[in-house]
């Protein structure tokens, strides 16, 4: 009997521990211990106040503030982690030699998970630059981008506050830095008003710096924020262009004429210097010396940049070309220009099934006569025809006859812009149409 329960002892013993034996085996072929590389872990720099102290500022290398690590564990917990799973830090305070070119930082890393049993850092160190720390005062500038206030308004002023800032860090990142600009958005603004903007810190190659090189950066303002009080001016339409000359054309010459292309403009500005424009006309004088016509026995045209010749606290609208044509008009003496309508030219030998349209509305013809008698012609008068024989279809220039009254002739011979094309004949189609419903 005691033989028989030692035997069923040993049974049980013998069970239980192929049970635990057969559980070990299954549970490592169904989660077996696995190693796995995880990429692009964020190095955190930790005590950069400790270089500083020294009088000095780092950088990372670039390229080498991320790593991989090489994780151990259960296969149901290495395959769920991600790179935000670990913390990788370099401790400035551990640096072993400063004698080094780049110095190296040991890393240490972490997982969030307790039940990863080994973690290998894939690179030991970071290599960090250390140089000298110097800071630079600078002008901050603003802008709006290619952001635009409501119709009818241009940004007038950008008053930034404060003006200025002092940019400390590396010694090479602030010799790269050409400028600072506050940037702020007034799409649809209608008013004046004060915006909150970010720094922008742009480089000698006029690019925007990276934040791989400003986070070294620090600033006698916080958070690199200004204020910025946008100024809006009021766009006045309708603006004459008025233009003289100086000088005397050549002996037996005169000029009969200055205008500008174009003749009026818009333009923005304070609320005083529109007002100061509108108490002269809304007119803006162009100053005689532009056109000097010493000498001159043709037409003579100059090519200006209108803004040179603006009031102060007048500006022109975004939409509006700074490039304006001045055109002085020089007859011989006894001579004057006339202005005729190119719908009135009499048009001969047109092909059939052919339609003209001029370039231009008005043809300008220079007559010579005795000046009491030219001050007494009418355009009435003037009779132009021009010939279509032989021209075929598309752009083309064409001389013009002109006959005159007795006692006056023609200066110099007149031409036409015009094009000549088929006439569009929608009969046909709109048949087709009204069958087709």
Known sequence: ????????????????????????????????????????????????????????????????????????????????????????????????????????????????????????????????????????????????????PARGYEVGELNVDPERITITGPESTINKIDNVVAQVDVSDMDSDSVLSAPLKIIDKNQDTMPDSETQYLRYSISDAIVDVQVVLWKVVSEISISADYSGRPASGYQVSEVTTTPSVISLAGSAEALAQLESEGNVLSIPRSVMDVAGESKDKEVKIDITEYLPDDVILPEEVSSSVIIRANILPVGSQEFQIQTSNIMVNNKPGGDSVRFKNEKLSIRIKGIEAELSNLSTDQIIATIDLNGQTEGEIDVPVTIQLPTGYELVENVTVGLVLEKTVDNTASNVVESTSE
């Not at 796995?36 to 102290?53: A, Q, S």
């Not at 670039?62 to 290495?78: A, N, Q």
């Open 1 to 148: 009997m005691k033989k028989h329960l030692t035997d069923n002892l040993s049974l049980k013993i013998m069970s239980i521990v192929l049970a635990i034996l057969v559980w070990f085996i299954v549970v490592n072929v169904d989660n077996p211990i696995t190693t796995r590389t995880i990429d692009g872990v964020t190095i955190k720099v930790l005590n950069g106040n400790y270089i500083e102290e020294m009088g000095k500022s780092y950088s990372v290398t670039e390229g080498r503030d991320e790593i991989s690590v090489s994780v151990t564990g259960k296969r149901s917990i290495v395959e769920k982690l991600d790179a935000d799973d670990f913390t990788a830090q370099a401790d400035l305070t551990q640096i072993i030699n400063m004698d080094t070119d780049p110095i190296m930082v040991p890393i240490t890393v972490t997982c969030s998970n307790s039940e990863v049993t080994r973690i290998t850092p894939r690179t030991q160190a970071m290599a960090i630059n250390i140089e000298n720390m110097t800071s630079a005062d600078f002008i901050i500038s603003a802008s709006e981008g290619d952001t635009r």
